[in-house]
């Protein structure tokens, strides 16, 4: 028998069927079942399944629910379920459970979605990668040699192959948006304060956190949006205002002329690969064609200084990260705890300064107000999503002589002279050369989107970023919603790996 085509629905179709009763969720999340057990072998998207739960709480869905029944991943940082694993993607954290429900989870879990598993991320969510030592990378659909970017990986993995159609993210410096860009996949990293992040934490990563999903189609993003956003006591910043309704932001579109800016430089004066520029350059005629002004315009930030405090809050919370592994292990951190480049990093948030994080918490500042003065003017800021189509599976691992040096620094106690050295913008600039347009956004609080727009030669989606004032997603859903129509929308469904038949 082969089960019905499941993976050509999106997460508002599937709970239409189990509205109409032309579906039940049992048989939905069947479906689901069959596609993870023959795809994720192939893209290791998945660390932990929950077939069997998933199936049982199939049988409790009313119908009612406005996602009744849609299989759903959650990522395995910051988005603990009860009972359930939650190791951040590190061999230290293996035999840790989750003690309740993340907020956001929980509100997720009353929209009537099924979780089936937890997705890869790499270790703490660090990179733009997904390649964990303890867990193994995960592989993009489109081609497997190649890595789906990070650190919601393994969400935008599973997305892309059309395992479920919807799956948990957070993005603390574009771990929403550099997946999204490299799957071919519909993006949003909403506003500070918009989605909760309790109830472990009022904050994540200070601030520049938020907690929302990867998805194929911009509605399934909207409405997740509309039932999981608002007020969460205990929260250190509260939502911007938002009376109004995300879902109808897409189905409406743009309702009038909007004034974007767009830049295809870096701001860190490294090299941005042809075929983003290209990207970014043919959203551009597009916007035009639709009636849109579009001027081409830099952001009146200091990209050196963004990157810098980037990277300053990089190094206290791996450093933090490090400190609260040792309530779980009972004992001392070590070395051999970690990765390589989380214990290095976490050597670096030793020796930083509480003035120098101050100085970068102020940035954040400066830069928020200095946006907010851009869109007087602009309605959105556009970019290439990354700098570079994605790398090769490997092709950012340590180099030995970089394991070394790590080794012999943390022996010796040598980390203060490394940090003198001119080590730490080495670091930056290597970091962040991949992926230098995101983290504005996360540190200015304001939202933004990658929509999949492009693909490269070799058949590699890369994405066009979108920043919106503070607050302002409704404008970002209704140009999603307009973009999505057009023939240059990336359909995920051409990857190999979606139109994989899968029998029952």
């Known amino acids: 028998m082969t089960l019905f085509p499941y993976q050509d629905y999106d997460a508002v179709g599937l709970a239409e069927l189990v509205r109409k009763k032309e579906l039940s969720a049992a048989e939905i999340v069947e479906s689901a079942i069959a596609r993870l057990e023959k795809l994720n072998p192939k893209i290791n998207a998945v660390i932990h399944k929950m077939c069997e739960k998933a199936r049982f709480a199939a049988n409790q869905i009313t119908g009612e629910e406005p996602f009744a029944g849609v299989p759903m991943l959650m990522k395995d940082i910051g988005q603990e379920i009860k009972d359930e694993p939650m190791t951040c993607g590190a061999k230290a954290l293996r035999n840790y459970r989750a003690e309740a429900d993340a907020t956001f989870v929980k509100r997720v879990r009353a929209t009537g979605v099924l979780f089936l598993g937890i997705t890869n991320v790499p270790e703490f969510a660090l990179m733009g990668i997904t390649e964990p030592q303890h867990y193994g990378p995960t592989r993009n659909p489109w081609n497997r040699d190649y890595t789906p970017g990070g650190s919601s990986g393994g969400s935008a993995a599973a997305v892309a192959s059309g395992i479920v159609p919807v799956a948990g993210a957070n993005d603390g410096g574009g771990s929403i948006r550099i997946p999204a860009a490299y799957c071919g996949l519909f993006g949003l990293k909403p506003s500070r304060g918009r989605t909760p992040a309790g109830p472990f934490s009022g904050r994540r990563w200070q601030g520049a956190s938020v907690d929302h999903v990867l998805t194929r189609s911009v509605r399934d993003s909207a409405l997740m949006l509309d039932l999981v956003k608002g007020y969460e006591a205990g929260a250190a910043f ?90 779980v292990l009972g004992r001392k951190a070590r070395m051999n705890d970690v990765e390589p480049a989380t ?125 919106a004032a503070k607050g302002r997603e409704d404008i970002l859903y209704r140009l999603a919603g307009q973009l999505e129509q057009t023939e240059h929308w990336i359909k995920v469904e051409q990857n190999p790996l979606y139109k994989a038949e899968i029998d029952g």
């Open 238 to 327: 509260p939502p911007p205002p938002f009376d109004h309704n995300y879902l109808e932001c897409v189905t409406q579109g743009t309702t009038s002329r909007l004034k974007i800016a767009f830049c295809l430089r870096s701001p860190i004066g490294t090299e941005v690969h042809r075929e983003c520029r290209e990207a970014v350059i043919k959203a551009a005629k597009l916007l035009e064609s639709q009636g849109h002004f579009v001027d081409e315009k830099e952001a009146p930030v200091d990209g050196n200084k963004i990157a810098q405090s980037y990277m300053t809050l990089y190094f206290g919370e791996v450093a933090a990260s490090i400190a609260s592994l040792e309530e």
């Open 343 to 467: 214990w290095m990093l976490g050597l670096l948030g030793k020796v930083t300064s509480s003035a120098e994080w101050v100085l970068s918490i102020r940035e954040w500042d400066t830069a928020a107000f200095q946006m907010e003065a851009f869109f007087e003017d602009y309605d959105l800021y556009m970019t290439p999503t990354t700098a570079d189509p994605p790398s090769r599976i490997g092709e950012q691992d340590m180099a030995p002589s970089e394991v070394a040096l790590t080794k012999l620094v943390s022996s010796l106690n040598l980390i203060k002279a490394v940090k003198k050295s001119g080590f730490v913008e080495k670091l930056i600039k290597r970091s962040l050369k991949r992926t230098p347009f995101t983290q504005l956004a996360n540190l200015t609080g304001q939202p933004a989107m990658s929509v999949p727009l492009h693909m490269t030669p070799e058949g590699l989606p890369v994405g066009v970023q979108f920043i």
